[in-house]
């Protein structure tokens, strides 16, 4: 694992992995401290508008895999792999570079929506930008399979495993690449 240093003014930040992502985001309410945050940000925003520019940027369906904000932790979306275990689905709908970087969110769970939503217009109220670019739109939402096999199970004293709110929330998906977007004949 590297370790890169970017200083802006008196700040000087420390990251364990300079060549994450750029989708690899912490918060979708806050730009990225990589590049210069939210100081940084507003200048080149007064800049551009000075300038006459509209500032338009990308909005994500997904977060960061390993520094995410606590406030998604529960909106995780999960898979059971080859020997079981529960994991977070990675990357997107199965067509991402630096897949392992990004993790999906479960947009199953009517508060993640709310959270996207809250945290669009927080960040356009507060940055003055002009618009948002939903990232890979043509895919959202990106709602994956559930796992009926897994979410139906019956515990070693026979009752469920899953409440009937996981079974409808998805909590636990079928990591297919074809499904959604990619199953239709719009991909084509």
């Known amino acids: 694992m590297t370790t890169a240093y970017h200083e802006y003014g008196d700040q000087r930040t420390q990251y364990k992995k300079a060549d994450a992502s750029p989708f690899a985001i912490t918060d979708r309410i806050t730009p990225c401290k990589m590049l210069g945050g939210e100081i940084e940000f507003l200048k080149v925003v007064e800049k551009a508008k000075n300038e006459g ?11 960061s895999s390993s520094r995410h904000h606590r406030k998604f932790k529960d909106l995780l ?7 079981g275990r ?6 997107t709908d199965g067509q991402a570079r630096q897949y392992e970087d990004t993790a999906m969110l479960n947009y199953r769970k009517v508060e993640a929506w709310d959270l996207l939503v809250d945290e669009v217009i927080s960040f356009t109220q507060r940055t003055g930008v002009n618009g948002i ?12 399979e559930p796992d009926m096999e897994e979410l139906t199970r019956l ?12 079974i409808m929330n998805g909590e636990i998906v079928i990591r ?4 959604g977007y990619w199953n239709t004949n719009s991909m084509e």
């Open 86 to 91: 529960r994991r977070i689905c990675y990357g």
């Open 77 to 83: 979306l999960h898979y059971l792999d080859e020997e």
């Open 133 to 144: 670019h939903l990232d890979n739109g043509q895919a959202w939402p990106q709602i994956l």
């Open 155 to 166: 515990d070693d004293d026979g009752e469920a495993a899953y409440t009937c709110e996981d």
């Open 53 to 63: 520019v509209k500032i338009i940027v990308d909005c994500v369906a997904r977060i």
């Open 176 to 179: 297919n690449e074809n499904h």
